[in-house]
């Protein structure tokens, strides 16, 4: 048991000595890794003599010193100058020259210095900045070393009067403190106010009422006093000369005016008017402008025109320098009463800075063997514009085989994504761009060459994904009709490009006998005559081979289309042109102007301009009568038919199409001038349909001549019989009635019986009812007039029975004789 406890101690001992030695190496590796992620941060005061020591940084960032100058390590700094240098052999960072926090920051704090640690072999890169402290160096300034402040003498105690402010290099609390001014004056005191901005200014406060009779001047000492140690100081004099009474001062219209103006904006841009009012009259009225307090930037920067109050440019505005101007206004009258007003000017910020690339490591050429994500190249971006102009964005082509990783802050480095091969490309030219995030967006391309080898990978590429050429119809055979061009990124031999056409049919023949291509320069050829009215177009495959082994090909589409020449006469589809007889249309005399009488109607086999048609009368019996639409074709009477007319007229309508070589046909019509239709001339206008008519019509006239003879006989002795058989039965009441039968004693009585052997009882008359034009008519249409009749007598039912047989046999009668005719 003692065995197996001892083994199982010395088991569980080397499992934790193994988990300590897996913690210790996660540890180490998380430090290297911060160690080379991290910025390393120093910091200095200005003015410091060149080679003064800064720190190790061989110690720092855990290097060893004996390697540095193996590596070659060096310092690169953003700007162009460089402040500090590293002794490569002991790893010291120096002061290269003297900084001048002023000079490098302005009144920008903290003041960073920032650069890189760049080491070769393997590249790599350690970010680090120096802060420089400011020290107190400069004393407050005053722009001019006297003053004069007219203040009136009924200004009330308390009044306020703002003074020049005092100018301090320095920041911190090296800058201007407050200000003070001589003891040896009853009449006022001093208060420090602060800006917006942070700055101090002075302002004058009146304790007591002033007396020009007593005192017209008072003379005092302005003193400003900055925050340093040993603090500094600057004076000014300030004469304050009282003025005499003047009851209104100048009241502006705003006690704070605002304006808001692009940085970019151009010298004696308008800013802002102040505008101010004085109730008094002549002298005392007129307001003249000025800037109650100077600084350096504000006179160089804007103006005031001391008539009108307009506040303008005199200078570049400078967003990065300087984002708010705040501006104190005076109007003064000609008393010397004056009042304040404060001009806020924002500047907006443009993108009017591109985004600045700068490289600071460069490996090339590169061993096709380079494992993924070697570094090829390292650099910077930088872009002075502030928001979104400043922040940026690069990128590279997204068809090669590189990536960029951000190693810190706009910093990059550019990497292989995947092994290469040199004989897959000779070169690769990458193009990187930043653009920052500003509108409208600027942008920076830097290009970068990496070398590597050819093999044929690339099949050409044509300058277009289609083609289109024309061919016009009926050129000659062996015409240019356009070219392709394709593009082989390879080179030597393997960017040789020839053409060939793939086989293909048109029309039911083959490709090759309509066209063909040169295989050296891509010339496209037409050998044949081509007619629009057949192929209007035709598509042809075009291949682009190089000369690798083996070779890579591309294909493209051309797209041939056959433009259309005037090679086609208008066809006149109504009224037909042939050998049959010309057309025939009737106009009757009664037509009014503007009568249609007929439309030509024609075609064209072109397309375009070609198959435009007009239509002109070229000859007719009378020009004057008729007109042609030179646009649809229709012919109209010009005026009314006269008498003295023509019955037959002859038109021939010219059809012309609009090619630049018009083409043109013929048409010929005749026209009668008739009264009503009725046989004459529609005998005249249709002489061969009417001979077909009329022989049908013919036929069926005989057939129903036949019938209707046959019932008019069967009904002849009929009526005989019933006749006969009446006579026989009632004589003496027939010869009665047959007087008498329509009740009119005059009507005659010397009728034609329809038998031929005697009379009928009374006389009819009929009248003939034809329609106009009804001579070809099948049926015609008898109305009995009866003028008077005489009255019934004794057995008129039975006699007047009679009639009306006889009136229908006699109407039968009529009718046969009609059908006959």
């Not at 004058?204 to 003379?219: A, G, I, T």
Request: with cysteine; hydrophobic share 35%; charged share 25%.
């Amino acid at each position: 048991m003692s065995v197996c406890s001892f083994l199982l101690r010395m088991a569980d001992k080397k499992r934790r000595t193994t988990i300590k030695r897996q913690v210790a190496s996660l540890i180490l590796f998380l430090c290297v890794w911060a160690l080379e992620c991290e910025t390393v941060r120093y910091s200095v005061p200005e003015e410091m003599e060149s080679g003064s020591f800064v720190a190790n940084v061989a110690k720092d960032l855990g290097l060893d010193p004996k390697r540095l100058s193996a590596r070659r390590a060096r310092v690169v700094s953003e700007g162009s100058r460089q402040h500090f240098q590293l002794n490569s052999n002991t790893g010291d960072l120096f002061i290269k020259e003297k900084v001048d926090r002023e000079e490098l920051c302005g009144e920008a704090e903290p003041c960073m210095v920032q650069f890189e640690i760049i080491l070769q072999n393997p590249l790599q890169a350690y970010p680090a900045e120096i802060r420089v402290y400011d020290i107190n160096d400069h004393s407050p300034v005053f722009s001019d070393k006297e003053f004069i402040l007219k203040i009136l003498e009924t200004s009330d105690p308390g009044s306020r009067f703002p003074l020049e402010n005092a100018q301090d290099l320095d920041v911190g609390n090296n800058s201007l403190r407050n200000y003070s001014i001589s003891d040896n004056n009853d009449y006022f005191h001093i208060y420090t106010r602060v800006r917006s901005d942070g700055r101090k200014f002075a302002e004058l406060v009146l304790d007591k009422p002033l007396d020009r009779e007593e005192q017209p001047e008072v003379s005092l000492v302005l003193t400003a006093v900055d925050g340093g140690s040993p603090p500094r100081s600057g004076t000014a004099q300030i004469r304050v000369i009282v003025l005499d009474a003047n009851d209104n001062p100048p009241v502006f219209s705003q006690t704070t005016y605002k304006a808001r103006v692009l940085e970019n904006s151009s010298k004696d841009y308008l800013v802002v008017t102040v505008s101010a009012t004085d109730l008094d009259e002549g002298n005392y009225g007129e307001i003249s402008y000025f800037f109650s307090q100077k600084s350096k930037e504000n006179s160089k920067t804007f103006h005031i025109n001391p008539v009108t109050g307009e506040l303008r440019l005199t200078g570049q505005l400078d967003f990065e320098t300087i984002e708010t101007y705040e501006l104190d206004v005076q109007a003064t009258d000609g008393g010397g009463l004056f009042s304040h007003s404060k001009v806020l000017v924002e500047v907006l910020d443009v993108n009017d800075n591109p985004p600045e690339v700068k490289v600071m490591s460069l490996t090339s050429p590169i061993p096709e063997d380079s494992s993924p994500v070697t570094v090829v190249a390292l650099f910077s971006v930088r872009d002075r514009d502030s928001g979104d102009n400043g922040r940026t964005v690069c990128c590279i082509e997204d068809d090669l085989p590189f990536s960029l990783k951000t190693t810190f802050k706009n910093s990059y480095s550019l990497v292989t994504e995947y092994v290469l091969d040199r004989e897959k490309v000779s070169e690769y030219n990458i193009t990187i761009t930043a653009r920052d995030l500003g509108t409208p967006r600027l942008s920076t391309e830097e290009r970068i060459v990496v070398k590597i080898s050819d093999i044929n990978d690339n099949s050409p590429e044509f300058s277009q994904t289609s083609y289109t050429m024309y061919d016009r119809e009926n050129n000659g055979p062996a015409v240019l009709i356009g070219k392709v061009s394709a593009f082989d990124s390879d080179s030597e031999q393997n960017a040789k490009v020839t053409y060939s056409l793939l086989p293909a049919e048109v029309g039911g023949l083959p490709l090759l006998s309509y066209i063909s291509i040169n295989s050296e320069n891509g010339n496209v050829y037409a050998l044949r005559s081509m007619d629009y009215e057949q192929i209007k177009e035709f598509q042809v495959t075009v291949r682009a081979a190089d000369g690798g082994s083996p070779p890579l090909s591309s294909e493209v589409i051309i797209r041939v289309v056959i433009t259309d020449e005037n090679d086609n006469a208008p066809f006149i589809l109504y009224p037909l042109q042939n050998s049959s007889a010309p057309a025939n249309d009737l106009v009757p005399r009664s037509a009014e102007a503007g009568y249609l009488v007929t439309k030509v109607v024609a075609v064209d086999g072109d397309s375009g301009q070609n198959s435009w048609l007009s239509y002109h009368l070229l000859k007719a019996t009378d020009p004057g009568l008729f007109t042609v639409a030179s646009q649809n074709g229709e012919i109209r009477t010009t005026r009314l038919i006269t008498d003295r007319d023509t019955m037959k007229q002859k038109l021939i309508v010219l059809v012309r199409d609009s090619g630049e070589l018009p083409l043109s046909s013929s048409a010929t019509l005749n026209i009668a001038l008739v009264e009503g239709f009725s046989d004459a001339y529609m005998q005249f206008t249709d002489v061969a349909v009417e001979e077909e008519e009329n022989g049908t019509l013919t036929v069926y006239l005989i057939i129903s001549l036949c019938l209707v003879s046959f019932c008019f006989f069967i009904s002849v002795i009929i009526f005989i019989i019933i006749k006969l058989y009446r006579r026989r039965n009632y004589g003496e009441k027939y010869m009665s009635a047959s007087g008498n039968c329509c009740g009119d004693s005059n009507f005659q009585n010397n009728l034609v019986d329809i038998t031929g052997n005697g009379t009928l009882s009374h006389s009819y008359r009929y009248e003939v009812c034809l329609t106009s034009g009804s001579g070809n008519s099948e049926f015609r249409f008898l109305r009995p007039i009866i003028s008077s009749l005489p009255p019934q007598h004794g057995n008129a039912g039975t006699d007047s029975g009679k009639e009306q047989d006889l009136l229908t046999n006699f109407n039968l009668t009529m009718d046969m004789k009609s059908a006959n005719q």
